[in-house]
């Protein structure tokens, strides 16, 4: 069983930055492809980003050139840098882990999930 903890939301004006961290409880996480998802009040759930621990990345169309991706395996922490937020960006942040990228950029075959952190853009 592994346990994915989110952490680094909050509050921040329109253009700002926002750096979330997900740690997991089990070793070797690097075993995981990691992702991370969003949903929004009234939306569904949806994909924001995913890697490897190597240099396979991939990103959903409306985050690419502003967020970014990336692992610690010593830490066993994933992290996503978020730019240039917009308001449209305010959602709850999902932290998840997968055997595959496709089955993790999907989301319909994600082994484990975060609890969450939220993240709100004011305008």
């Known amino acids: 069983q592994v346990q994915l903890v989110e952490s680094g939301g909050g509050l921040v004006q329109a253009g700002g930055s926002l750096r979330l961290s997900c740690v997991a409880s089990a070793r070797p996480l690097s075993t995981y492809v990691m992702g991370w998802f969003r949903q929004a009040p009234g939306k569904e759930r949806e994909f924001v980003a995913a890697?490897?621990?190597?240099?396979?990345?991939s990103y959903a169309d409306s985050v690419k050139g502003r967020f970014t991706i990336s692992t610690i395996n010593a830490k066993n922490t994933v992290y996503l840098q978020m730019n240039s937020l917009k308001p449209d960006d305010t959602a709850v942040y999902y932290c998840?882990?997968?055997?595959?990228?496709?089955?993790?950029?999907?989301?319909?075959?994600?082994?484990?999930w975060g609890k969450g952190t939220l993240v709100t853009v004011s305008s």
């Open positions: 890697g490897n621990w190597g240099d396979s990345t």
């Open positions: 998840a882990a997968g055997e595959t990228m496709q089955r993790v950029t999907s989301g319909s075959r994600v082994a484990y």
